[in-house]
């Protein structure tokens, strides 16, 4: 027997719907489970009907759908149920509510035929769904490298309240229910500390250096420079106390939407508390620089034993100020160096996050707080250390993909942490770091699909998806001013959709996204762009795969570039390891191979094929989808997928030539060296197609952890690759 909700019955809605300027409706909603959630689906749902008239006539006058709750169903979980007149969306929670309107908004929004509502047994595959989101407050309290145009251009964003009103419905209509927001010192931000009153910055700030591409040109990622602070200027008048107003408005609005918020620090980094540090100076493995003292004595270094009371205080009070913030997630910084000599870092974060928390919940009986530990520059066994015994949620986070999210579904980097986990019973989070794809529409439902079945599922708390080195805030880099300031998320819809839809279903089928892609695109022929979606966005998975390269900062496979050495030449190709247990062979290694008389494994030019095969029938069904539309969005969308193929089919002639290279380095036959000029020649033509299709939609960026990506900037090292090959020499003894 159905256990009914204990809730007062509190809404009862006749829909009669006359505005709605049709006359096939009628619905009447009794609503037994009224919360914030409910009525922003039942908003979604009532602007669907007003959107679509049925296809097959009229729903029976007087039809009525009852929303109600079954705790036994668990959590998120939801039914609909179809019998006569009357539509039952049973839940098992406020968030299962919210899911089932939605759902049922869905139905009809894409079959536009009201006499075909599905019933439903849905159960969430992965109970937490995140977003990983770098939010850069203000230029005094930066999030981890702001040296990049998008984390410049966001800043003022970060403040906006319509911006965070239609983020947080499309991350709930998405199913996310995390999100993650990442800062190395919020605080002087966010809160205001009556132990330390100059800490509370007032107004939004940026600065107006313009970046150039030097590496750690603003000094060390996360901490802010003295460069920074010489060139300020306010984007947004604004006291503490109104900021803090914001963020609870912000904080409630997300936990109407069913959605968790957990604040992430680097450490150690009090920025604009601190004095602020010299450019280009890196502290990564080095030791502690002499540092003038800041605000009440607090500087950058792990070893001042000032800054663990700011920091005590500073977490208390955050936590009092947002009653809402499910948790805290904290990294053992580049900065925090075990040789300082007070505190190791297990033990800095111990004091400086671990006793204040727990201090604040012996004060605040009931309230929880989560607690996730990031596994970098530390271990299992230093975080259980001190870890043990938290009065709460612990869990452990980990780099899943690397930066490499767009790879391969399966990766092999979680084996050992999976194994360290075990003897203290943990769970982690995957942080899946993309790190690889910023301006190009990518959009691959099984890899998403094999990638989340991939986890394994006894050691898995969840993941947050995002970046490092970019900003998801607002579009700025459209030429068409009707896309530039739209939100990234929906720009890029159809990923951010696969990734939270599947990983809460993963039973949704072609079928599914391709009403989908109907739905938003109408006119066209929607399983042909779902196939040509699919192909091209195999593309640059196979080229990561095969050049590999692990953090963000050492390549960016749009733009063909890293921060260090800049362009990947055909002589880099040619060395560059792959994905490791891919089976995949370098160039190097091919060559070596075959100098033994035997290759093992996926040849580079097998590689090559498979990339010009998905890069062809993307170009293919490109020109016909083409001819059938002049909707400006979808027309981009074509031309991003154009671009996909065009960059895929010069990687192949690249991926070629340089293995045409080794083999003239290890047989001494010219005409090896030939084809490779001509194969260089080939890939020119390629990236010039590639660029000149980026350059009719977007403005050319500086990426804070590669540099400057401008395709028609970088045809010079393009084709300077083809003089290379042609000059390469043997070794003098060969």
Not at 18 to 37: K, L, N, Q, W
Not at 379 to 387: L, S
Not at 687 to 697: C, E
């Amino acid at each position: 027997m159905m256990k009914k909700s204990a809730l007062k019955f509190a809404l009862a809605l006749l829909c009669s719907l006359p505005a709605f300027a049709t006359p096939y409706i009628e619905v009447e909603i009794i609503d037994r489970v009224e919360s914030a959630g409910t009525r922003f689906a039942l908003t979604e749902l009532r602007n669907t009907l007003m959107g679509n008239t049925p296809k097959s006539g009229k729903i029976q006058a007087g039809f009525t759908m009852v929303i109600e709750m079954d705790s036994l169903l668990g959590e998120q979980s939801y039914q609909i149920q179809k019998s006569n007149d009357t539509l039952r969306l049973i839940s098992g929670d406020y968030s299962g509510a919210m899911y089932s309107i939605l759902d049922l908004a869905e139905q009809i929004k894409l079959n536009r035929d009201f006499t075909q509502i599905r019933e439903k047994n849905q159960h969430p595959y992965l109970l937490r769904r995140g977003i990983k989101m770098n939010i850069p407050l203000d230029a005094r309290t930066p999030s981890y490298d702001d040296t990049g145009d998008a984390a410049q251009q966001n800043i003022a964003v970060m403040w906006d309240w319509d911006f965070w009103q239609n983020y947080l419905d499309q991350l709930a209509i998405d199913r996310y229910n995390v999100l993650t927001l990442w800062n190395p010192h919020p605080f002087p931000s966010m809160i205001k500390l009556e132990e330390y009153p100059d800490v509370a910055l007032n107004d939004v700030c940026i600065t107006t250096l313009k970046p150039v591409g030097i590496e750690n040109e603003w000094a060390e990622p996360q901490l802010v420079s003295t460069q920074v602070m010489e060139n300020l200027v306010v984007v947004k008048s604004i006291t503490i106390d109104e900021k803090i107003a914001f963020w609870q408005k912000v904080m409630q609005y997300a936990h109407d939407r069913g959605i968790d918020i957990y604040f992430f620090t680097w450490n150690v980094c009090p920025n604009s508390v601190a004095k602020p540090v010299s450019p280009y100076y890196r502290t990564y493995n080095q030791p502690i620089w002499e540092e003038e003292p800041g605000k009440y004595g607090i500087t950058n270094q792990m070893d001042n034993p000032m800054n663990i009371p700011y920091y005590q205080a500073a977490i208390k009070k955050f936590l009092e100020t947002y009653p809402l913030v499910k948790g805290i997630g904290v990294t053992a910084g580049e900065h925090m160096i075990d040789s300082a000599g007070i505190y190791t870092r297990e033990q800095w974060i111990w004091e400086a996050y671990g006793e204040p928390i727990i201090e604040f919940l012996e004060q605040h009986p009931g309230r929880k707080v989560d607690f996730i530990h990031r596994v970098w520059n530390s271990n299992m066994d230093k975080i259980m250390h001190y870890w043990n015994n938290y009065p709460g949620n612990f869990e452990a986070s980990f780099k899943y993909a690397k930066a490499r999210l767009y790879s391969s579904p399966t990766l092999p980097f979680a084996e050992k942490h999976i194994e360290s986990m075990k003897k203290y019973q943990l769970k982690s989070w995957w942080n899946l770091r993309n790190d690889d794809i910023f301006v190009l529409r990518w959009g691959d439902p099984d890899y998403v699909r094999d990638f989340i079945t991939h986890f394994d599922l006894e050691s898995t708390a969840g993941f947050y998806m995002g970046s490092d080195g970019y900003v998801w805030g607002r579009v700025f880099n459209a030429k068409n001013p009707k896309f530039n300031g739209q939100l990234e998320m929906e720009k890029h819809w159809y990923n951010f959709m696969l990734w939270g839809r599947l990983a809460y279903d993963t039973q949704l089928d072609s079928s599914f996204f391709a009403e989908k892609l109907q739905t938003r695109y109408p006119g066209t022929e929607a399983e042909k762009l779902y196939t040509a979606w699919k192909t091209a966005s195999r593309i640059i998975p196979k080229v990561n795969c095969y050049h590999w390269n692990d953090w963000d900062f050492q390549w960016s496979v749009e733009a063909c570039i890293d921060a260090r050495e800049g362009f990947h030449d055909v002589i880099r190709f040619m060395e560059n390891p792959t994905l490791e247990k891919s089976g995949m062979l370098s160039p190097k290694e091919y060559t070596q191979q075959i100098a033994s008389g035997s290759t093992q494994g996926i040849t580079p030019f097998q590689v090559a094929a498979a990339l010009r095969c998905d890069a062809g029938n993307t170009l293919n069904t490109v020109t016909l989808l083409r001819k059938k539309t002049n909707q400006p969005e979808l027309c981009t969308l074509l031309d991003d997928l154009d671009a996909t193929a065009n960059l895929g089919n010069y990687y192949a002639a690249k991926i070629e030539a340089a293995t045409e290279l080794a083999l003239f380095l290890e047989t001494h036959d010219p005409e090896y060296q030939q084809k490779s000029v001509e194969l260089l020649t080939e890939a020119a033509g390629h990236w010039k197609a590639y660029a000149r299709i980026l350059d009719k939609n977007y403005q050319p960026q500086m990426l804070a952890r590669t540099k400057l990506f401008d395709p028609n900037q970088i045809m010079k090292e393009v084709e300077a690759d083809i003089p290379l090959a042609k000059n390469v020499k043997l070794p003098v003894n060969h």
